[in-house]
């Protein structure tokens, strides 16, 4: 079981900013800048392209949305998106509220306390539709 189903399941704890019956989102813990969100299927596949088309369109669809409630909430000049996977074996998609290339670097990491997690996650959960 990957640790992102331990946060579907609420095994272990997130901050969640939007959910369906099929799709969750919550913030990255080790955030690259304020606001990074990762958008997971339920259904536990390893990588993205061995999804099926269709959970594949149905995965952008909400990343999508996500991205949307994330543009209303944090001041950024775009929303970057990136698929990895290297470290939790469950597909993601990384949207990252992003001001300069080195944003969307994986080594390039913020510190944020809880109030501010717990700030985001309201802002963007309540910018979703
Ligand atoms: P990737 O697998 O795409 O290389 O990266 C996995 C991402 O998941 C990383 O950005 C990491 O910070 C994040 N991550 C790993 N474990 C947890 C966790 O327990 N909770 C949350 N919210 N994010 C996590």
Same mark, same amino acid.
């Given at each position: +079981? ?14 969640? @900013? ?11 813990? /080790? &955030? /690259? ?7 997971? &299927? ?14 594949? #369109?149905?995965? +952008? ?12 909430? @944090? ?5 970057? +998106? ?5 470290? @939790? ?7 990252? &509220?992003? /001001?300069? +290339? ?20 309201? #802002?963007?959960?309540? /910018?979703?539709?």
């Amino acid at each position: +079981m990957s640790i992102f189903t331990k946060i579907i399941t609420g095994e272990i704890p997130s901050y969640k @900013v939007a959910e369906d019956d099929n799709f969750i989102a919550f913030l990255d813990i /080790n &955030p /690259n800048a304020k606001g990074h969100t990762l958008v997971v &299927p339920k259904k536990e596949e390893n990588k993205i392209f061995d999804l099926s088309k269709e959970d594949y #369109s149905a995965l +952008m669809d909400f990343s999508f949305r996500v991205a949307k409630a994330l543009e209303k909430s @944090v001041i950024c000049k775009r929303i970057g +998106m990136s698929v990895i996977g290297l470290e @939790v074996p469950h597909v993601h998609v990384h949207l990252v &509220p992003t /001001n300069i +290339m080195t944003d969307m670097q994986f080594t390039h990491k913020v510190k944020l306390t809880k109030d501010e997690f717990v700030g985001l996650a309201e #802002s963007i959960s309540s /910018n979703f539709e």
